[in-house]
């Protein structure tokens, strides 16, 4: 890289905007355009996500101030507010969704080879939930949730190698998480976890048709007969059992006539009994158990989302404008996903994001700036190592 370009320049490179101006055209998302493209707004929201602008207002002040170095840093202009308000509200959110899913499939394959805890087998793993980011009805009033408030919920469907979106689908509070089942085509052999939210017999049982399996937390309200028990298990791991069952209630024997495991276990760490579902027979008991145990990786990925991507305060009330910033967040993350492989750095996603949120008018290489840091923490952790010697 040039270390007389701005960092955030050198970030724009990792950007393909020949693939997002095929998404432009897609949807006429230029037409009729005078002030601001769909570039340059892509480009200015991009910004204000990496350097934790929580507004748009905050945006454009911010590029106010550095008009001078615009250009350099790969803008082409500065805005005020409700030109850039405006579009939000107008251009197709379809434009930034497609982008997101480009940058989803250049992404993934980087991280397929990455490790999951305590998990060795060959197949897709996937986590399925779903997080809700609460508003104000008053405000966002297509936007209904729970209780008379508002509420806008981002279902997602997280590949554990490297904790990569795959899926995501943006709705209102109302929208019931075992719905989602049927946007998902589901991949053979792949695994998904998801819990009780997701028991939906009729889904599953259409998931289990096309050859992939699922593991899930049972309601404690299913009625089943059990048919096999395998009593050879190891208690000591936190087993208790491992049974082959069939649905008792005739409704839901007709929505699922297979048979189910069921796997007991608990967790002696949080002092939970835990009874997991599954259609899948081929794994060890205490496999299912950590698999769903890994699910847990989509809950961190949500928390690290809502905390260090701009995306609790939203820059718009329309829903137009509300999934143009949710898909701009989620390509921030799937972009600097890109950088960190691109340069083999050895940070984590956040602590990249921390760097180049303060880093973006410096004229720094970006692989030194990432690299060079990661080789002073490994330094420090192996000093700390021998010190604790």
């Known amino acids: 890289m040039n270390a007389g370009k701005y960092v955030f320049s050198q970030v724009l490179d990792f950007v393909n905007k020949y693939e997002f101006d095929k998404c432009v055209k897609r949807y006429f998302g230029n037409y009729r355009t005078r002030e601001l493209d769909c570039w340059n707004q892509f480009v200015q929201l991009f ?144 695994i998904y976890l998801m819990d009780k939210a997701y028991i939906d017999f009729l889904a599953l049982y259409r998931m289990h048709l096309t050859g992939a399996f699922f593991v899930s937390r049972a309601k404690n309200t299913m009625r089943y007969d059990i048919t096999e028990q395998n009593y050879n298990i190891d208690e000591t791991t936190g087993l208790r059992a491992d049974k082959t069952v069939i649905l008792k209630v005739a409704k839901s024997k007709k929505l699922y006539p297979e048979k189910l495991r069921l796997v007991e276990f608990y967790d002696a760490e949080t002092d939970n009994y835990l009874v997991f579902l599954s259609n899948n027979f081929e794994v060890s008991a205490l496999d299912i158990a950590n698999l769903y145990k890994n699910r847990w990786e989509i809950e961190v990925f949500f928390k690290w989302i809502k905390q260090n991507l701009t995306i609790k305060k939203l820059w718009g009330y329309s829903e137009n404008a509300v999934k143009i910033h949710i898909w701009i967040a989620i390509c921030t993350y799937l972009i600097v996903a890109n950088i960190k492989h691109a340069l083999k750095s050895t940070l984590s996603i956040y602590e990249i994001m921390q760097i180049l949120s303060i880093s973006a008018f410096d004229k720094i290489s970006i692989r030194e700036l990432l690299t060079v840091q990661s080789q002073i923490n490994q330094d420090v952790k192996k000093q700390l190592t021998l010190f604790d010697c």
């Open 47 to 190: 910004f204000g996500q990496l350097t934790s602008l929580n507004s748009l207002r905050n945006i454009c002040l911010c590029l106010k101030a550095h008009e001078g170095k615009l250009y350099h840093l790969g803008i082409r202009q500065n805005v005020n507010v409700s030109t850039l308000s405006r579009a939000n509200e107008k251009r197709d959110w379809r434009i930034f969704a497609d982008f997101g899913n480009i940058l989803i499939k250049l992404v993934r394959p980087l991280y397929t080879d990455n490790p999951i805890l305590n998990i060795n087998l060959d197949n897709e793993i996937f986590a399925l939930d779903s997080t809700t980011i609460s508003l104000s009805i008053n405000l966002f009033t297509w936007a209904e949730g729970k209780y008379s408030r508002g509420a806008v919920k981002v279902h997602t469907l997280l590949d554990l190698h490297g904790n990569i979106p795959t899926f995501i689908h943006i709705t209102d509070g109302r929208y019931n998480d075992s719905n989602i089942l049927d946007e998902i085509t589901p991949v053979p052999d792949a």
